[in-house]
């Protein structure tokens, strides 16, 4: 007699816990032998969808229009509705995790870092130090007739209004 130890409720062991075969769904992606756990749509507005696995939907969805075939109309209904949907999320950011890689930056805000050339954990005083030290080498007043400059510091400029908007809005939430 095989032994059990699940005796009416509550059940003594996980769910999945038995000795009987699983049914995993592999990935679609030929060649994979990964868990395919990752659904993706086959073509848009279709609900045929591919199984994969984390990194192979990743790869899938790098270059996936969402709103490919819909008019503008259609499109600016649905990103609307979307983004009404998920405002929730928004309102929630300032109960994330803090400090460098956490994703409390932007992509935005991670390019403007990437141009003063300065760390994702990097404070605004340093941003702030950073940006006039590089903008007073590139200047117009300094370099007159200079377009390479010019459009550097049009560069550095534009970075650092990303950055300070984003100070602004953390420290008018927090």
Same mark, same amino acid.
């Given at each position: 007699?095989? =032994?059990?130890? *699940? ?25 994979? *032998? ?7 749509? !086959? ?5 045929? =969808? ?18 490919? +075939? &819909? *008019? @503008?109309? %259609?499109? /600016? !209904?649905?990103?609307?509705? %979307?983004? /009404?949907?998920?405002? +929730?999320?928004?309102? #929630? ?18 390019? /403007? &870092?990437?141009?003063?050339?300065? %760390?994702? *954990? /990097?404070?605004?005083?340093?941003? @702030? ?15 007159? +007739?200079? #377009? ?6 049009? @560069? ?7 950055? !300070?908007? #984003?100070?602004?809005?953390? %420290?008018?939430?927090?």
């Amino acid at each position: 007699m095989a =032994r059990s130890n *699940d005796w009416g409720f509550p059940r003594w062991r996980g769910y999945e816990d038995s000795r009987e075969a699983a049914t995993v769904r592999l990935c679609d992606r030929h060649g994979c *032998d990964e868990k395919g756990d990752c659904p993706a749509p !086959k073509s848009p507005n279709s609900p045929d =969808r591919w199984y994969f696995c984390q990194r192979h939907a990743a790869e899938y969805n790098k270059g996936w229009d969402y709103f490919q +075939g &819909l *008019d @503008k109309e %259609e499109a /600016a !209904k649905r990103a609307k509705s %979307e983004q /009404a949907e998920s405002a +929730g999320y928004a309102e #929630a950011q300032h109960y994330g995790w803090s400090g460098s890689g956490d994703g409390s930056r932007s992509a935005d805000e991670m390019r /403007a &870092l990437d141009v003063l050339e300065l %760390e994702a *954990d /990097a404070d605004f005083q340093a941003i @702030k130090r950073e940006y006039r030290a590089r903008a007073k080498k590139v200047h117009p007043d300094v370099k007159p +007739g200079d #377009a390479e400059a010019a459009e550097e510091f049009q @560069k550095l400029q534009l970075s650092y209004e990303v950055l !300070k908007a #984003a100070e602004e809005r953390r %420290e008018w939430k927090g």
